[in-house]
């Protein structure tokens, strides 16, 4: 048997020696199970996750919780031409080319690796509003100030207010909230 085995790790015999395979990285509301991988003739721990999703041009999956409770938008005076109110994904790829190294609310979703999938991004502002439109049954909180991936101008881009469903155009440099989605 493998001496360095952790809690939650999982070991088995492959015929010659004994394997050790890591306990998976915890989720945010996801479960584990032991599958067997009948191909391989080896175990693996399988992510159980019911991502939940809204209707808006397709289905888009929304991260089960928020990704930050405050990064600014980006860089006050810089147009990144992240203008399309409908498609976050390809605002959220202009925007990380403009911005470049740091955390700011794009790069936090376009470096964001979680459930098996490293496509998330900044939802557009329709995108987001179909969220606030949705959240009780996505579990989205009903407070606070949500950055979209849509620039009104090099000083300002859209959030939405989540107590209201208000629309602003505000400085980029505040911090606000944000949370990631994908598409299939």
């Known amino acids: 048997m493998p001496t360095d085995v952790a809690e939650g790790d999982m070991s088995y015999y492959n015929g010659s020696e004994w394997v ?3 306990a998976p990285t ?5 479960t584990y199970s032991m599958e067997w991988d009948i191909d391989n003739n080896k175990p693996y721990w399988k992510t159980n996750v019911d991502l939940k999703s809204v209707d808006f041009n397709g ?10 409770d ?14 399309s109110s409908t498609d976050g994904s390809s605002n959220t790829d202009l925007i990380v080319v403009s911005e470049g190294e740091g955390e700011y609310a794009a790069s936090v979703c376009a470096n ?6 490293d496509d998330w991004y900044l939802p557009s502002i329709d995108e987001l509003d179909a969220m606030y ?3 009780a049954t996505i579990d989205m909180p009903s407070s606070g100030l949500y950055w979209s991936s849509t620039e009104s101008g090099s000083n ?9 469903g208000t629309q602003i155009d505000d400085g980029k440099n505040f911090s606000r909230k944000v949370r990631c989605v994908r598409r299939d």
């Not at 405050?70 to 203008?83: H, L, P």
């Not at 300002?156 to 209201?164: G, Q, S, T, V």
């Open 59 to 68: 289905t888009m999956y929304i991260y089960p919780v928020d990704n930050s």
């Open 133 to 135: 439109k949705n959240q």
């Open 26 to 30: 915890t989720e945010p509301l996801a």
């Open 112 to 117: 964001l690796v979680s459930y098996g999938y």
């Open 20 to 22: 050790k395979i890591v």
């Open 156 to 164: 300002l881009a859209k959030e939405i207010n989540f107590n209201n």
């Open 70 to 83: 405050g990064v600014i938008w980006g860089t006050q005076g810089v147009s990144a031409g992240a203008t």
